[in-house]
């Protein structure tokens, strides 16, 4: 068998990726570009990828391919159909950031709550100084405990982040899905959108979620509420967000994915950096050595019980 790692600079180099324990023959690569793929993956029986796209285009230039093993839990890189009319098996990572994503959605709680970001700049422009006092209130401060929280998706990552904030006072709220009615331990959309203090985004991108948050659902939120997304970019129309920060209509966001990664210089969330109250990071919140080394242990894992005939985090 031969496998070919598309994308291996997108775990970190420290990170331990045993070989599997049978006959083969490993590739890697740091980076792929979309004119390179089907070269690459030519001879391939695995490929190995995180965020190149393998759409039907390549599949069918790939008639060797035979598994698809995602480096992520995400698979909307992969067309997951045309996989499935080429009899070729996909497999992806689960659990493996179950602590590491959720406390990077509570820390950008917590820091816009507090506004950390803007009390820091404040003090870095010699506010302090100008100030004449101990201590300044030129933004709010509020506590996590007591405020609602509401979940858009239930996953892993969302019921341990709800048992966080259960731990810290919070009230929790689940959302069903946009459109559905009220099920059991499920509120409305609309209502959990209403509710929440601060609204929080774990779901998958696809065509049902695409945009999910927009101008009229960030109109529905209260006018301080805050706004975590540590899911996909595309969960949320982020031109609508800007609009919605630079005319405070919206108390903040904290975002660690986008649309476009590495985002372009005029992106809207780049622009949304002026604002004090908006804080993005380059998708992180994952890559903790922790999960990072969990995902490369089963990332292996999965590879070996395809090649032994088992279906293990089978998605096609």
Known sequence: MKLVFLDRKTLAPEVKLRRPAFDHDWQEYNETTPDQVVKRLQQAT???VNKVTINADVITRLPALKLVAIAATGSDNV???ACRNAGIAVCNIRNYSESSVPEHALSLMMALSRNLHAYR????HGRWQASGQFCYFDYPVRDLKGQTLGLIGYGTIAQELERMANALGMKVIVAARKGQTATAGRQPFEQVLAEADILSLHCPLNN????LIGEQELGLMKPDALLINVGRGGLVDEQALLQALQEQRIGGAGFDVVSAEPPPADHPLMQALAC???ILTPHIAWSSHASMQRLADQLISNIE???G???QNRLV
């Not at 700049?121 to 870095?124: G, K, Q, T």
């Open 79 to 81: 067309d997951l159909d």
């Open 46 to 48: 695995v490929a190995i």
């Open 309 to 311: 005939g088992q279906e």
């Open 208 to 211: 049902e979620t695409y945009h």
């Open 276 to 278: 004090p109250n908006f």
């Open 121 to 124: 700049d404040s003090v870095a």
């Open 305 to 307: 019980a395809f090649a």
